[in-house]
């Protein structure tokens, strides 16, 4: 088994510490030099008694998927286990209670599903966590001793982390943790015949590290952090509710200002304001705190003014499913507002481009005096990655006000129609440098005008930045086969990794195929998707939406006839599916 | 006093029916020992090391602990909670009783509560368990008491029906010793009915209790019975007793399933058989031994052939030579252990043997003490409960009233025989039994012993048993052994209580129970005897009248103790003792 | 007319699966639930030593997949124990906490290795294999040691010799005079059979038996009463089978050796029968009880136990079912007596 690839679940209650098993057994695993990737659901009110599932792939090689269906299924608690098993796989292993206080009823107790195939390993945990720990709370960690007595991982080692995740707490607390792994692992050990073949001693992981585990709400934070990020304002929603909460306690810290808003109006307003005054700024939110912000982003650009939003999408619209993910907003992203308005759009496809994202997203903002949006979504904004510490922006990236110079200010032109498109601009407060900044068209000296000459001047140099922003973007990611190739796949957001996991898989069958997928929506690298297309007998765009917003988009790029794959299914996109496209149509 | 439903706040003698019931109903192993010893607190004084006291404990209601702990039939294991399916096994309740009588100091003092003397006499005919335990009582009572025995030594059945190599004849002679010493005047060698006869008896004392056991052996009634090396299970066991050495040849076959039967196959192994068989009517799960006695025949290579009745043994110039058997099948039958056996037609076999022991159970013989007593069936009639009979100062205790039962029905029914006996000599009640309620601050258990497994008891190999010599086969605890055997003990005295006026009805409590033993219940109904019934369970919050703890159901775990965010949950120790009524 | 009844079938072996079968295809209707206590799907057992050979795979090993049950509706319960049984109830206790109800129940739980009182001493040294589930567990060591002790006499003793002799390993046999099973030898046989595995290259110990086991860094330091000594990678015992039935003791379902039935395979509770190795039926023409050995008896009273629940009057018919070949002599006997 030299490519260890695990997916497991646990399943429990809330409040059973599912959540924070999967935690603990991810930070683990990628100390010990393992790519994980986890994605947790749990209940949709924040305190209640709901289902839990802590969701971690584990691999040796890139993880850029946490997988449709689980190779182990922890159980804490039998019914919600129950509704785990249809995507546990045809040889999963679940390990599970064997010992509950109490009898289940009739096809109440997990175990009894298990369709052959699948290995069952009974671990006592209550009554180990009773014996460990003197109470059936630690449950959790009696499962990971099992877990960790059945995939041979160092037991010692495994103390170590969890000690070091324990570090600041009582005593007594780390104790009966430790105890209570030791006991589900010693027991598990003595008790157990193992018959799946899983191991993780002697896959020859690679060299134990010090990493960052975060999601994709965590690195945007960091990023924007790191870029100098002086105000967020922002109200609350869900999927973007964990930036506001980072952003809450640690820009204070640095100075900087956070401020909860009554609506989300109000937060891209703070944001422009802000931006107008020469500091980075940003807000986030979701698709529909974002449709609230669609007339001040047209503000943004009209006045060129640094913004920048991030937009963690769900399922839509209106309200619609909060805790689901979906790639639906691209269409608002794109177009929302009123008016010829040129913004950008980015839309980081992994966890630890999410913090590169943010960096660029405030620099070009500043830079182009604009409108940035940062496209994530419920998945991204959820999954947890291993990540190497970021190292700190490049300096170029920080500072970047284009500003006049002094012998301009006498007759300072905020908006001097230029090559590029910027023009330079004054921070308030400067000598000389007054200036109009208005939503309605004006001249370059920002006075209102409607004629015709000015607002066709002023759009096209509204238009121009794209060129000079095209010019620093991340250039898309393109793997699988080389040449020409049966299969193209075009993916965008959090679905690039499982196209390109799928496109992998799929060559690995003999299928040739290779994958295109693109941080930068807007401006899009239209001619790397030409040349790309070129040498792909089919194209594949899989999104998670309805209408195939992406789809839509890149065709009037390519003119060609396009395979969708659009699934509305609430999670994330599953290289599976795409993989099973691939081979009906190649 | 109406203690029951209030909570007790310092301790308390409660004659409260619904105590009784309590006490009755939460202490399985207690309410079914015929003695009602009091196990959770022998077993707990164990766990503290005092094994004297604990020694003491058991002395209350049997006198002779030492023989008990070694060859009672344990009723009360059956009943022990630890051992309801889904908690284990039983706590070794006996084999602790054995620990307290071994591990105590060799200087331990034996305690009494002695009555002045009643200038009263009282003859006790037979010096088996329950006339022993009668003249015991008598005794400290303060009546002069003379036994009548008619073998030369002491103990009845124990002394001449239970093999050395499970009841070391020193164990049993001390605590014999030990009620002789009160004052008992034991006269062996006498039979009455032959040397003396009850009537004289009966004017020389102010009472007479007959003990005089089963001693006449049931017969198979089939042709071949009377051939030599058959022998009456009794007779046999009597002869090995005594010191001899009946001829068993190799290859021996024993019928009848009961201890009689173990002891008999097991003796006749160690006389040199190299084959012994049990035969047995029905099968090994309806034999009336207990597991551990199963084990240790296996052990020794004897093997149960089930399903079998004789039909007639076989001999040649008079001596065995084997025996005609039928198949039989189980069939229903309305009374327990529920199963009858019948034999089949035409299904004869024969099996070789070289002596045939029958034991089949024994039955009493009142007609040989005198034929004015009165009888139903064989054995002797007495009054419900009082052990009287029809007969002025005539009483009766132990297997000759109530037919072949275990050892420690015998004392306990010697005992209760005592008490009327007094009742009549004294006119009135001197010992009433009460329940003592104690509070206690703790749960005083760990949760962690609820996981320790049955302590084995260690025994001799093989070859050491078949040895000359006797030697006792179970080796009894090491004070280790018994410390962590004793730790297994639920404590099921300690009855765990909600307090309803300070309880919130979180229902953490419920969340934390290890088994269905906290309840939203409707209401508690009472039963005739004035004790509460079984709880009116309901699911539904609006008919909830209370949280209540299952004390039948409850294993004393602590957990809901622990967790309470109230602290409305007490436990009280509460303990079937007798007082002394004029105190 | 939708039906309500649950049949319930303890076993997946020849004896659980045609018991399912026969319901499913006279009964339409009711559900069906097989219990295994093993893991793995229906499979041959006579092919397990080719499979240790490693001369068949896991496939052919197999009777048929898992598929097939889905088909019939019949639900397949693998790796889940009967802890005990309440036949006044009509539930079963699972091991892993769950209860479970039927309306009618067939045992057919089989029957495992016995070790018996002679050895039993020596429990803690000795391998014993019956199950896929065991040679899955041992296989690693079977492969790798080279050195066989096996204590043997039963019918499965010869076959895994056999085996073991074909993968090149030395073997040493201790031959016990009372685990011939399932019925006794006779000296003629005896020696037939000792005869043909010594042509083999076993050595055979024959009236002897073992009087030490040591486990030193080397192996088993075996030592054998007649003062045969040597050292062993593995002792494996083979002395006969007895009937898996410790869930059903003390449920009120009469047990002997194995469960007791009429000669419907019906047990003291009308809903609930047993059929294959765990039955114990009385049998006239001997005028003893019987167990039955094999895959073809035990098909045949799935069968019949399945019929008769569905109230058919079958009656079970103890003549041989297959004649037995062991080393060089046939024994026309499929069954054995329930007696030691």
Redesign the interface.
Known sequence: MSDMDLVVEICGSAGEGTISAGEILSRFMSEEGYDIMSFDSYPAEIRGFGKCVAHTRVGRGEVLTPGKYSDVLIALNDIHAIGQLPVLKEKGILIYDNKPPKYHLEDQSVVGWLEPGMIPYGIPLTELSIKASGNSKARNMVALGAFSALFGIDKTSFIESVKRRYGKKKQDIIDSNVNSFLEGYTWTLEHVRKIDPFRFDGTGAAVKRDQLIINGNEATAMGALAAGLHLYAGYPITPATKIMEIMSKELPKKGGIFLQTEDEISSIAHVIGAGYAGKRAMTGTSGPGFCLMSEFTGLAVMAEVPAVIVDSQRGGPSTGMPTKHEQSDLNIALNGGSGDCPRVVIAPTQVDECYQAAVLALYIAEKYQTLVILLLDFFLSNSIKNMDHPSPPDPKYLNTHVLPDDGDLPDFKRYKITDNGISPRTIPGKTGGMFFATGLEHDERGKPVYDTKSHTLMTEKRHRKHAGIAAEMIAPHITGCEGAVDIGVVSWGSSAGAAREAVAHATAKGIKAACFSTQFISPFPEQALRDFSKRCKKILVPEMNYSGQFANMIARYMERPMERLNMVTGLPMASEDILKKIEEIA | MTIASETVKTIVYSTDPRDFGLVRKSIPCQNACPALTNIPGYIRCIHEGRYGRSYELNRMANILPGVLGRICSRPCELYCRHGE??LGKPVSICSLKRSAADLKSPMHRIMEGLYSPSGKKVAVVGAGPAGLGAAHELSVLGHRVVIYEAFEKPGGMLMYGIPEFRLPRDVLMLEIENILRLGVDLKTGVRVGRDVSLDSLLSEYDAVVLSTGCPSPNNLNVPGEDLENVYPGLDFMERVNRGEKPYVGKNVMVIGDGFTAMDCARSALRLGASEVKINIRK???YMPIDEQEKHEV?FE?I?F???VDTKRIIGENGRVTGIEFL?T??E?SPVPP??TASP?P????ILPADSVIVAIGQRSDPASISSRIKVSGSRILTADDRFSTDMEGLFAAGDCMSGPANVISAIARGRKCALEVDEYLTRGKRKIQVVRLDPVPSTDRD??YD?ISRTPMDTLDFDERVKPGNKEVEKGYSEEQAAIEAKRCYLCSLTYEIDTKKCIYCSACID?????CIKMIAGVPVSPDGSLGDFNETVKWNHVAAIAIDNERCIRCG?CY??CPMDCIHVTKAELIELNKEA | MPSNDHYVIIGNGPAGNHAADTLRENDGEARITILSQESVLYYYKHKLTEYIKGKTGEKELTVRPSHVYKDKRIRLRLGQEVERIDPLENRLYLKHMEIMSYTKLIIASGASPRILPSVSNFGKYLALLSSYTDVLNQLPEIRKNKRFLVLGGDLISFKFIRMLKDMGKDVDCLLYADAFWPFNLTTEMADAASESLRKSGVRVLSEDGLKAVKQTDQGFDVMTEKGHGAIYDSIYAFLGMVPNISFVLGSGIDTDRGILVDDHLKTNFDNVYAAGDCAQIYNPDIKSYWLSVGWKNASVQGEVAAMNFLGAGHVINPSPKKILNVEGFTVDTSWWEAFE
Request: net charge positive; no cysteine.
């Open positions: 399916s889904d099968t090994e799960e296996k290579k093997r052939y089930s399903l198949r099948k189980l229903y529920y199963r089949m035409d299904s004869e076999f949760r962690s996981f934390v129970a290890p088994r269905d957990q622990e967790v």
